[in-house]
Structures are given as structure tokens and as C-alpha cells.
């Protein structure tokens, strides 16, 4: 069972933790997420540079983060991927790889980060680690970037799904259900930019045997309620659909 208390990591699995950030003034919750291979770790959507006290604190709390072998960054926001270069010096690994779409690289290239890019694109939409995972990106254009990624685990059945499946949100509980699924419409109308776009992306993940989706923003979505995510977002005007 879950708690609330946001002020530690949180298990999502035996191998991914969440280990974001509850902002009181916003009631953006941003949810970087740590996912422990074998011999590897991948930290996805590392967050922001006020988040980064407390998110290396909890990264710190579970790893050596010289363990860190690969970030990946689902687009260039701030809130996503702002702290790039200071997580870069704590993690400290000469191998220490930033998978991205080049349309996410051209842009974050700017931060100052000094470990190579992975192009996620030039490498088939796909990352196998040392352990022989797979991990499957899946390009969502203009959802709400250009170079705009998500991330597929086979192994757990997991989406890393940065901003796509967001909510904004007062409830520090990760798990929540309070609302679902309207409780994702607000985000999604603000920042995506139309239902015909949004649906486009969602098509492609009806396509995956999805068991949890890890959003970059508010509760995670597990179980039936992944269907029931897709398909309501699937429905949703939003963007230019509304000032029509």
C-alpha cells in the first residue's frame, strides 16, 4: 500500500520508484522516476532546478548515483529536464548517456550538459541495457513538444509517459483515483494542441500491453484504468479545438 508521505521515495515496483515533488504553490506534482536494472539505472525526467534538492535527496537515499547510466528526457520543458547539468556533476559517470528525440536535443543541448546525446530516433526507437532489457520509445509529435517520447518497459508493462496522462492536482497521494478520469482534462486542454493530434498519439499506445502509466504530473494509472485513460483522452477537445 502507498503512502502519501511524498517527502520519501515511493515504490512503484520492485525495480522503478518515483522519487518527484509536490509543489504547494502550483499543485504541480512533478514525478521524476528511478527504474533499477540489473546492472544499470535509468532516471527519467530528472525535473527542475527548485526540485533538485529534494529529488537528488531521494535518489541519493536509494542509489550511489554513479549508477546511473542513462537519463532520459521525454521533452525540454524546465520542469522536465532543467537540472540536467547540476544531476550531471552529482552523478558523475564518465558513461553517463541523455537519450532524447533530436528535436528534444537540439534544444536541451543548451543547458550545458557535457555527457553524450542518444538519439533515440537515429537508434530505432529503442535502448537494450547490459542486462538485455529493452526499453521502446515511441515518438508523440507535438504532444506537447515536437520531439515529444515516451517510454515503454516491456519487462513491467510500464509507459513512462511524461506529460501525456497529466493532472494538476491538490492530492499528494501518487495512487489516487479522486476524479479520474476528468481529472486529467484541465492539464491536457491547457497544453495539448488539439483533439485530432491527441488522439493520433493515443492510437499508438492502444497498440501495447500497458499495465501502469507513469505520468510526469499527478497519480499514476494502473490496471483497467489505463484503458479507460487512453480512451477518454481520446475523446477530449482541447488546444485550438476550444477556441473554435
Not at 559517470?93 to 536535443?105: D, K, R, S, Y
Not at 515503454?152 to 496522462?165: E, I, M, N, P, W
Not at 510526469?216 to 490496471?223: L, R, S, T
Request: glycine share 6%; hydrophobic share 40%.
Amino acid at each position: 500500500m502507498f503512502q502519501k508521505d511524498t517527502s520519501n521515495a515511493l515504490p512503484i515496483t520492485r525495480e522503478i520508484y518515483w522519487v518527484g515533488f509536490f509543489e504547494e504553490s502550483t499543485h504541480l506534482q512533478c514525478n521524476p522516476y528511478l527504474l533499477l536494472d540489473d546492472r544499470e539505472v535509468v532516471f527519467f525526467d530528472p525535473g527542475s532546478i527548485p526540485d533538485f534538492p529534494q529529488v537528488m535527496r531521494k535518489v541519493i537515499d536509494l542509489i550511489n548515483p554513479a549508477e546511473i547510466r542513462w537519463i532520459v528526457a521525454s521533452h525540454q520543458d524546465p520542469d522536465v529536464c532543467g537540472n540536467l547539468a547540476v544531476v550531471e556533476d552529482v552523478i558523475d559517470n564518465p558513461e553517463l548517456q541523455v537519450a532524447a528525440h533530436i528535436n528534444t536535443i537540439r534544444l536541451i543541448q543548451h543547458l550545458g550538459i557535457q555527457a553524450a546525446f542518444y538519439d533515440v530516433e537515429a537508434h530505432g526507437y529503442a535502448l537494450r541495457l547490459q542486462s538485455g532489457r529493452e526499453l521502446q520509445f515511441l515518438h508523440m509529435p507535438y504532444l506537447h513538444s515536437p520531439g515529444a517520447i515516451v517510454t515503454y518497459d516491456a519487462k513491467t508493462k510500464s509507459l513512462f509517459s511524461g506529460d501525456l496522462f497529466g493532472t494538476i492536482s491538490r492530492n499528494r497521494d501518487i495512487l489516487s483515483t479522486e476524479g479520474f478520469p476528468e481529472s486529467m482534462n484541465s492539464f491536457h486542454q491547457a497544453y495539448m494542441p488539439s483533439n485530432q493530434i491527441l488522439r493520433y498519439g493515443m492510437e499508438q499506445l492502444e497498440r501495447l500491453e500497458i499495465q501502469r502509466i507513469l505520468p510526469q504530473h499527478g497519480a499514476v494509472i494502473e490496471g483497467d484504468q489505463v484503458g479507460v485513460a487512453i480512451e477518454h483522452l481520446k475523446q477530449l477537445p482541447c488546444g485550438v479545438d476550444l477556441l473554435e
